[in-house]
T-cell receptor
Framework: DAGITQSPRYKITETGRQVTLMCHQTWSHSYMFWYRQDLGHGLRLIYYSAAADITDKGEVPDGYVVSRSKTENFPLTLESATRSQTSVYFC??????????????FGPGTRLLVL | TQLLEQSPQFLSIQEGENLTVYCNSSSVFSSLQWYRQEPGEGPVLLVTVVTGGEVKKLKRLTFQFGDARKDSSLHITAAQPGDTGLYLCAGVDRGSTLGRLYFGRGTQLTVWP
């Protein structure tokens, strides 16, 4: 199906384990983003990518790694999960900015619990 | 530091009532977006306001961008249970080519039948 998908939708892991969250979009959007959503903080940008092989840090990048070898995929890896990384993670995509009306499309989210 | 402050944080009202949600900042944004998020889903864009003083209407929802492009409001007339959700405002930063979004913490609206 067309759109933006995330997997898994739910994940429970233990402190110190490596976890990879997957994001796939079918629109060939240039930009992709990873956010985390926590109560009291709203949505915070972790990493973003302007194109394949181009990534950059957002507001809260520590403890996370991203890659973008293909335009449609943007996986997020927690190298050694910590309890503070328990959160809901959203992937988003958007076309390259051409004006002021660009829509950012969000995936359904991955709910991660780190024990 | 939260660039955008939303108020109220929670709002619980009866069907048929009117309400206003506020989004304030000390920063100027090139545009401002409003999203609605339902439980278990990602945010969905409702509207983008671009010009200072701009007013946009989406059925019973009215969005306004402040003259100085620092604040915005969302007014819902005759709220319905289907309006229940988390409303997020996001400022668009044109200072870089990214056009990064800065989100407020959100207003959780519950409309009771």
């Amino acid at each position: 199906d067309a759109g933006i998908t995330q997997s898994p939708r739910y994940k429970i892991t233990e402190t110190g384990r490596q976890v990879t969250l997957m994001c796939h979009q079918t629109w060939s959007h240039s930009y992709m983003f990873w956010y985390r959503q926590d109560l009291g903080h709203g949505l915070r940008l972790i990493y973003y990518s302007a194109a394949a092989d181009i990534t950059d840090k957002g507001e809260v990048p520590d403890g996370y790694v991203v890659s973008r070898s293909k335009t449609e995929n943007f996986p997020l890896t927690l190298e050694s999960a910590t309890r503070s990384q328990t959160s809901v993670y959203f992937c988003a995509s958007r076309e390259r900015p051409r004006g002021s009306q660009e829509t950012q499309y969000f995936g359904p989210g991955t709910r991660l619990l780190v024990l | 530091t939260q660039l955008l402050e939303q108020s109220p944080q929670f709002l619980s009202i009866q069907e048929g009532e009117n309400l206003t949600v506020y989004c304030n900042s000390s920063s100027v944004f090139s545009s401002l977006q409003w999203y609605r998020q339902e439980p278990g889903e990602g945010p969905v864009l409702l509207v983008t306001v671009v010009t200072g003083g701009e007013v946009k209407k989406l059925k019973r929802l009215t969005f306004q961008f402040g003259d100085a492009r620092k604040d915005s409001s969302l007014h819902i007339t005759a709220a319905q249970p289907g309006d229940t959700g988390l409303y997020l405002c996001a400022g668009v930063d044109r200072g870089s080519t990214l056009g990064r979004l800065y989100f407020g913490r959100g207003t959780q609206l519950t409309v009771w039948p």
